[in-house]
């Protein structure tokens, strides 16, 4: 077994987390992500404050086991959500888009473990510099919004830099990937893109059809000129999304408006106009499976390759 600070910080039996992806981690995939033993996560990205209060109730029927919340910091009802967790008895959050010190005072108070996600090296000591317990170095090959550095040279970095536990995220799919992540310096692994295709997630048909057919070369980063780039697949969207950006003569304020809820089209209904946010590793991506598959083959997979590593490269 792969011993991990993260488990016995947070209860889990593998050191594997669900990303909390926007519009697509509900309590179905959460808590199926959890029941395998990882720590699924619910997106506060959704139909509003009630309705994420609505998915962690949900959630705790279907599990006894920990799970948490993805919180949007830049998202309008984030100060809504913020107290809301602490209302539900949420113990574990992770942060992105924004700083979390405006609510570390109460989360602390309440027990809450914070898990900012973070693409800096500068971002992470901030952090820790704030009290979290972990947090995830996330790399720009990860789906959604992504930063600059990528996951082989930010990870080690970050590794080095703080002393609290580190998780690594951003082209993670399969178990080598996962041991590398380890390798350089990980206390577990963040996988979004993957856990697309678990028979528990509940994203349009469309969506996990896309996903399947993707290759090596079928994501692309729009957003970069108007400063939040976000990586997503090629189609109809993205497309026209990047050459509205390209043309100087369409102003941000355009580009903006066409853009604004194109990631639910696509999640709830299937929309080729809607925005498909997945990872660079969505081409590895190739069967529907349970949640509980993805995490025993990505974690028991990796503990393999990391067994088998000293005596293949070392003689």
């Not at 599990?63 to 919340?69: I, L, M, S």
């Not at 503990?303 to 070392?314: G, H, P």
């Amino acid at each position: 077994m792969i011993k991990s600070r993260i488990c016995e910080i947070l209860g889990i039996k593998y050191p594997i987390i669900q990303g909390g992806m926007a519009w697509i981690a509900d309590a179905s995939l959460a808590a199926a992500v959890s029941n395998a033993g990882g720590l699924g996560l619910i997106s506060s990205v959704n139909a509003g404050t009630e309705a994420v209060r609505n998915e962690i109730r949900k959630c705790k029927t279907l599990t006894d086991k920990p799970f948490g919340v993805n919180i949007m910091l830049q998202a309008p009802n984030a100060a809504e959500i913020a107290q809301m967790v602490i209302e539900e008895g949420v113990k574990i959050l992770t942060t992105g888009a924004g700083s979390p010190a405006p609510y570390m005072e109460a989360w602390k108070a309440a027990g809450i473990h914070v898990i900012p996600v973070v693409a800096s090296v500068a971002l992470a000591l901030k952090v820790q510099a704030l009290g979290a317990t972990a947090l995830v170095a996330e790399g720009a090959e990860s789906g959604g919004h992504v930063g600059e550095l990528h996951t082989i040279s930010l990870l080690p970095q970050v590794a080095d830099a703080v002393d609290i536990p580190v998780i690594g995220a951003g082209g993670i799919a399969d178990p080598r990937q996962a041991a590398a992540a380890f390798i350089l310096g990980a206390d577990a692994i963040q996988v979004g893109t993957r856990f697309l295709s678990a028979e528990e997630c509940t994203v349009h048909q469309n969506y996990k059809e896309r996903i399947l057919k993707a290759t090596d070369i079928s994501t692309i980063v729009t957003g970069k000129t108007l400063g939040h780039p976000v990586r997503s697949l090629k189609t109809p969207f993205s497309n026209t999304f990047a050459k509205m950006e390209a043309d100087p003569e369409v102003k941000p304020e355009e580009i903006l408006a066409f853009g604004t809820g194109a990631l639910r089209k696509a999640v709830k209904e299937g929309d080729p106009n809607g925005s498909y946010m997945a990872g660079e590793v969505a081409g590895m991506v190739n069967k529907i499976e349970p949640a509980k598959a993805i995490v025993e083959d990505i974690i028991l997979g990796a503990e393999k390759i990391l067994k088998e590593a000293s005596t293949k490269y070392i003689g």
